[in-house]
């Protein structure tokens, strides 16, 4: 991530694979983006991935078998755990309720969590 959208500007940090961020605008080849922790800076927009991913914010998250809070627990994801998000934006949000979206953790069990509890979507 660099301080300006600029390959000769500051560079700021470099993130890991699959880390989910916030797309706030896109200018020439540049992406300017918000990370989970707040913080604000520029990536190349060839470098951002189609996947969408979440990380858990709360310190923990049920995920469970159908997007309402009585449905069985699948399992439960501790804070800052990444999770895969398992339908495309337009197809969550047509078949989850509101305030919920399907994911799928990298061993492949699969399950609804609460928007409230992850940062990504």
Do not use: C, N
Not at 28 to 52: F, P
Request: aromatic content about 8%; glycine content about 8%; overall charge neutral.
């Amino acid at each position: 991530m660099y301080d300006a959208p600029s390959a000769r500007a500051k560079p700021l940090f470099v993130y890991g694979r699959d880390i989910p961020v916030e797309t706030l605008v896109s200018v020439e080849g540049w992406t300017k983006i918000r990370d989970a922790a707040g913080t604000i800076g520029w990536v190349q927009s060839k470098l951002l991935s189609e996947k969408r991913m979440v990380v858990v914010r709360a310190s923990s998250a049920d995920v469970r078998s159908a997007a309402e809070e009585g449905a069985p627990v699948v399992f439960r994801a501790e804070r800052d755990v990444l999770l895969e998000v398992a339908e495309s934006a337009a197809s969550a949000s047509a078949t989850a309720m509101p305030g919920w979206i399907k994911v799928r953790h990298r061993d492949g069990d699969t399950g609804y969590v609460r928007l409230a509890q992850v940062f990504g979507f």
